[in-house]
């Protein structure tokens, strides 16, 4: 079968295989690796070094010519002195071979037909202001794109240097960079990460450079790899490779043929990734009418127009979680579900945690809080129900921070403690627990009861669990653990903390620099709505029931983006097989 025709009829199998990765990339699809394109992207390589991708031509000189060349241009080298007698290589063994060869074509050793391992160092004198300077992070991942063109005048660096000739290819070594590889079209110096390669008997750079971008060569080359923080391939595991060699005027066609397949690859790709962003953006435009709608029934007919295309909308693992955020947003704004003209309002239930806070504080069961300041009007971020108010987080609380470690004071009994790592999003884990020493009189100033809301007080901004586990446990000083006043549930206040980490909110309150934490009185001052009680518990029910539903879809979409993902596999081994 003609690649191109693989490609075209197998179009939606390469275009709709997605990974979702757990870092952000590009655009609104930055967090989707195209798993289908990489695959085509890589089995027109495998294609191309089989021998596979060009047909054969009779007339050519057979690579065993070429070998021969080889031979005596490195003999001359010698004898002129210009290069060193190269180390006799071993013969390549039949376990070596991975897969048969058209005829014409020869295995042989990298280091054989290139002087891997044996690039020039730059000197001072080589490098001048508009000397190319070249290192990994300006080579793209999978394509090998130059990303970035600079100058040693617009990037001075003074570690050491290798220099490089036009026409080298050049490797970079570096696990997990061992696909960045690309022929220098002009003179430079790179990073000591990168090896120039010349190749001998005028192989064709381009067609090298194919060599080293392989899936078997990356296989060799990642299980060849030493070093523990930086791994990378050595020289002679490098010069030891074992590489196909097509005859020279079949290397020109195969560079050729592979250029414009990838070409094709490439706008795939950019369609791909326009589709993408495009669908995102379109999800995010007709969820943003929900927040913005003025009342009920404008909120009906916003909602009527997605559920209309809700199977079409709603087929990505981005698109889920914008529409869960749009659920938060709906539930703290009082559009979630109806308002209840019999329901006591939120000013009531600010005036009865009043009398209970007065109450605690006559009784000596906690210190009288200092009055908090008033609620600007650019506080305030969005229009709430009439019935509801707002509110200081300390208004409605109680917290404070846990025990600090301090060895100093290795003093008392020996009790099980929560970590900052135990509390992730809504569930907290008990499987990985430490002790520390907590004096009698500090046991129920620490310890956990069941409903305490634990929030963090560094890294992700309101990440938050609500404690309910069984034993005996204490927290310590990096998280805040918050009480509530009037049997409020910690739940409704985790929902605003959730909101407000995904739209950036929280994030305002953090301080310092390197290490950004949410200080106490930065969280005391935190401004929240405040809803009536009885519809606190109404929007826990629809808010658990709405984000189950997304969490179903999600699962659906994860299991059939797994069997997408199995397509492209099994299209790559038959064509190759």
Not at 237 to 265: F, G, H, T, Y
Not at 488 to 502: C, F, G, R, Y
């Given at each position: ?24 990339g590009r655009g609104s699809s930055g967090k989707i690796d195209l ?298 704004m009082g559009k979630l579900v109806p308002q209840d003209p019999n ?235």
């Amino acid at each position: 079968m003609a690649v191109e025709k693989l490609i075209v009829d197998h179009i939606d199998t390469w275009t709709t295989a997605l990974q979702t990765r757990s870092t952000a990339g590009r655009g609104s699809s930055g967090k989707i690796d195209l798993y289908g394109i990489k695959k085509l992207r890589e089995l027109i390589l495998e294609l191309a070094v089989r021998g596979k991708l060009v047909p054969q031509d009779q007339n050519d000189e057979p690579a065993s010519e070429l070998l021969k060349r080889i031979a005596a241009e490195k003999a001359e080298l010698v004898k002129q002195g210009k290069i060193k007698k190269p180390r006799p290589l071993p013969e390549i063994s039949e376990e070596e071979k991975p897969f048969e060869l058209p005829v014409g074509w020869e295995w042989t050793r990298l280091g054989f037909i290139s002087n891997y391992g044996f690039c020039d160092k730059a000197e001072p004198e080589d490098v001048t202001s508009d000397t190319w300077i070249l290192e990994l992070e300006d080579i793209e991942k999978v394509t090998s794109k130059l990303l970035h063109k600079v100058t040693f005048a617009e990037r001075p660096f003074k570690s050491s240097k290798n220099r490089f000739s036009q026409g080298d290819v050049l490797y970079g070594k570096l696990r997990p960079y061992l696909d960045k590889v690309i022929v220098a079209n002009e003179p430079g110096v790179c990073t000591t990460e990168i090896i120039p390669i010349t190749s001998y008997g005028n192989i064709y750079p381009e067609f090298l450079r194919l060599l080293l971008k392989a899936p078997n060569f990356i296989i060799y080359a990642n299980s060849s790899t030493h070093g523990m923080n930086l791994p990378r391939l050595g020289t002679e595991k490098a010069q030891l490779a074992v590489v196909e060699l097509a005859p020279i005027q079949e290397q020109l066609r195969i560079v050729s043929r592979v250029n414009k397949l990838m070409s094709l690859c490439d706008q795939l790709e950019q369609h791909s990734l326009t589709s993408l962003d495009a669908h995102q953006q379109l999800v995010e435009t007709l969820l943003t009418t929900l927040t913005d709608s003025q009342n009920a029934e404008e909120l009906a007919e916003n909602w009527a127009r997605i559920s209309e295309h809700f199977d079409t909308l709603f087929t990505t693992e981005a698109s889920i979680d914008a529409l869960k955020q749009t659920i938060l947003q709906l539930a703290v704004m009082g559009k979630l579900v109806p308002q209840d003209p019999n329901d006591e309002p939120a000013s009531e239930l600010l005036k009865r945690i009043a009398q209970e806070k007065a109450q605690l504080v006559k009784d000596g069961k906690m210190k009288k809080q200092k009055p908090l300041p008033p609620i600007s009007d650019e506080e305030k971020p969005f229009e709430i129900p009439t019935n509801w108010e707002w509110v200081r987080f300390g208004t409605i609380t109680t917290s404070r921070l846990g025990k600090m470690l301090d060895k100093a004071k290795n003093k008392g009994t020996p009790k099980k403690y929560i970590r900052n790592v135990n509390v992730q999003w809504d569930n907290i884990y008990i499987d990985d627990v430490n002790e520390m020493k907590f004096e009698d009189n500090e046991l129920s100033e620490f310890i956990l009861r069941n409903g305490d809301l634990l929030i963090c007080e560094g890294g992700e901004p309101g990440r938050c669990a609500i404690w309910n586990k069984p034993g005996e446990f204490y927290f310590q000083k990096a998280l805040h653990r918050v009480r509530t006043f009037c049997n409020i549930p910690e739940k409704i206040l985790a929902i605003h903390l959730k909101n407000d980490s995904s739209n950036g909110r929280l994030a305002n309150l953090f301080t310092g620099v390197t290490i950004k934490h949410l200080p106490g009185d930065k969280l005391q001052q935190y401004v929240i709505p405040l809803m009536p009680l009885n519809e606190q518990t109404n929007i826990i029910e629809k808010l658990n029931l709405l984000l189950d539903i997304c969490d179903s879809l999600s699962k659906e979409i994860k299991s059939a983006q797994q069997t997408q993902l199995h397509l492209p596999d099994a299209l790559t081994d038959a064509a190759i097989n």
